[in-house]
């Protein structure tokens, strides 16, 4: 497609065209620019159109095709959010600089957040118009995904584009009988409960000297995207299992009500505790997918042998190889940010994640102008809904007092 063309539509554009348009040196300029903020803004139209579906039809959570649906459309949407910022870079570049130093300039720009500061400000000429780096934005929920133990546990994530979303709890399930041939089939209603998840915001400040980002490059960049990527996971970890609840912190596992928890008088001499909370969410019709431990907890139950004369490890073959990190073949994660002696045994497709904002990557160097600094910002927007609390038992004093000193969970 031509750039003369593409600045016309009004219709959307597949995002392959997009991708390929995007790549072509002559895409700059705010027509272009204007061309692919229509393109995000159709994007937001059918996700939309997706939500109003389902609430005119009375209902409070999507269809799975309508899931599919619209979150096809948010991931369209979040590319063509990338390929929009490489032509305004691509125009800021072409504006402020001359034609003998753009190849300079193009390679400060590729090494990292320095080259990142310089903007036209077209929309806005106000201070504290900011940039969000392409190579952060475009996976930095990704990568936080694989820091959070939460998420990497197989709880459910599902993204929304609104304030409040209502998952509905089954409370009872329809019955079933059985029928004489032509005889009235009795009617029966399933209960349900509104549970409204509200995402609250998570978020992070990071305030670096622009001398250290240019001395640095590309060093301090790597080490500040990997620690505000860890920041975020532990408290949104901590958030997810021991939140309180009072806003605006999100309420999680330990304080939400109905859950089973299960006090141990002792501490364990066997797995004994976790085949009962395997029980109890088989006899809730729940299944066990993952067992979350804190470090401590994990550190007792490797150190179980077979026998009171046995030196032999249950979890493993000798004290030389690494323990399997599975219980009654239940997957075992371990996080620093549950109490320690605590653990949870739940049903991952119970336990759900509600993302209004996948985690965003804002950098400013105009408040700090005067000091040479600049301030990186992250913010995702989450909250915490659990459908059945029955498919989810927490276990506490698998250790006894903890005589060895702990970090304080961040």
């Known amino acids: 497609m031509e750039i003369q063309e593409f600045v016309k539509k009004t219709e959307l554009v597949p995002l392959a065209e997009l991708t390929t348009l995007a790549a072509t040196r002559g895409a700059f300029g705010d027509d272009v620019l204007a061309g692919y903020k ?3 803004e159709l994007r937001n139209a059918e996700a939309q159109k997706v939500l109003d579906t389902a609430t005119a039809a009375n209902r409070d959570t999507l269809l799975a095709s309508e899931q599919r649906a619209y979150d096809g459309q948010v991931r369209e949407r979040d590319a063509i959010l990338g ?10 570049t072409r504006a402020f600089v001359p034609e003998s130093q753009r190849g300079t300039l193009e390679k400060k720009r590729k090494s990292g957040l320095f080259g990142l500061e310089l903007r036209a400000l077209k929309e806005s000429a106000a201070p504290g118009s900011v940039i969000a780096p392409d190579e952060w934005s475009a996976n930095f929920f990704d990568k936080l995904s ?21 998952v509905p709890r089954i409370d009872a399930d329809p019955e ?3 029928t004489a041939e032509a005889a009235t089939i009795t009617p029966s209603d399933p209960a349900y409960t509104d549970i409204p998840a509200t995402p609250r ?10 001398e250290l980002i240019a001395d640095s490059n590309p060093d301090v960049i790597s080490l500040l995207e990997k620690q505000m990527t860890r920041a975020l996971a532990l408290k949104l970890d901590l958030g997810v299992f021991e939140g309180s609840g009072v806003v605006p912190e999100i309420r999680g596992l330990k304080n939400t009500p109905g859950i089973t928890t299960t006090p141990l008088g002792a501490v364990p001499t066997n797995f004994d505790p976790f085949a009962a909370a395997i029980t109890t969410l088989e006899s809730n019709n729940a299944t066990a997918t993952a067992i979350v431990t804190s470090p401590e907890a994990w550190g007792a139950l490797m150190v179980l042998k077979e026998g009171a004369a046995s030196n032999k490890p249950i979890l493993s073959e000798s004290v030389s190889q690494e323990a399997a990190r599975r219980v009654y073949g239940v997957p075992v994660f371990i996080t620093s940010q549950l109490t320690a002696g605590d653990a949870y045994v739940y049903d991952g497709s119970q336990v ?8 965003t990557i804002a950098v400013d160097s105009s408040r700090l102008f005067n000091s040479d600094q600049s301030e990186v910002r ?13 498919a989810v ?15 304080p969970r961040t």
């Open 378 to 390: 992250a913010i995702m927007r989450a909250d915490l809904a659990v459908p059945n609390p029955l």
């Open 146 to 166: 694989a820091e959070s133990v939460a998420i990497k546990s197989g709880i459910r994530v599902v993204r929304t584009l609104r304030d409040v979303l209502h």
């Open 352 to 359: 759900v994640l509600v993302v209004r904002q996948d985690t």
């Open 83 to 92: 390929l929009q910022r490489a032509i305004e870079q691509r125009t800021d």
């Open 393 to 407: 038992v927490h276990l506490t004093g698998l250790v006894a007092a903890m005589a060895t000193k702990k970090a």
């Open 38 to 40: 229509t393109q995000i």
């Open 176 to 178: 079933a009988n059985w």
């Open 201 to 210: 915001k998570l978020a992070s400040l990071v305030v670096v000297s622009n």
